[in-house]
């Protein structure tokens, strides 16, 4: 099965996008790493910079239909990137529409809060965005890793890099 990495150009959290990815692989699905521009786009290590990655597709071509589960990894920039998007705001809303699990961490879920995905559903993040994510109707916790089925499809969630191996374990669990 593919499983779309949705990812704006730059300031994505590296161990967010790389730790998924590896646990997607060694599921024995295939990863894909969608972003609003083709070419590549650079990661962080927090504040320094990290490796860049090769895009698989442009949000203008990837269908919802054709992955398995959304993954959203975090980075402040990468994630207040992506809610400017109209088309990855809509991919992102065309995930939840279909019922299909859908996996953020950090700062990854603005994306989702300008699709109206977290009404009504219990998530996690950075601390940071817990006002951002109340206001946006959903119930907000502090926990390691957090998994709503009050909606169409999972809905996985998690704070920060040092939750990744829960929230990896959640991730394969639902695909």
């Not at 990837?62 to 207040?80: Q, S, T």
């Amino acid at each position: 099965m593919n499983v779309a990495f949705l990812v704006a150009k730059e300031g994505i959290e590296q161990l967010e996008l790389t730790e998924p990815w590896k646990a997607v692989e060694q599921a024995g699905h295939r990863p894909v790493l969608i972003s609003p521009e083709a070419g590549r786009v650079q990661a962080f290590k927090h504040l320094d910079k990290g490796d860049e990655f090769d895009v698989d597709r442009t949000v203008a071509d990837a269908r919802a239909d054709d992955y398995a589960a959304l993954v959203l990894p975090g980075g402040v920039p990468n994630g207040d990137q992506l809610r400017m998007s109209a088309d990855a705001v809509a991919l992102a809303a065309a995930f939840a529409e279909a019922g299909k699990p859908i996996a953020v961490i950090c700062h990854g879920g603005w994306v989702l809060i300008e699709a109206d995905v977290p009404r009504g559903r219990r998530i996690t993040s950075w601390p940071s965005m817990r006002t951002d994510f109340r206001n946006a109707g959903a119930e907000w916790v502090d926990e390691e890793v957090v998994v709503d089925t009050t909606g169409p499809g999972a809905l996985i969630s998690s704070r920060k890099p040092d939750d990744l191996p829960a929230f990896c374990k959640e991730l394969v669990a639902h695909l």
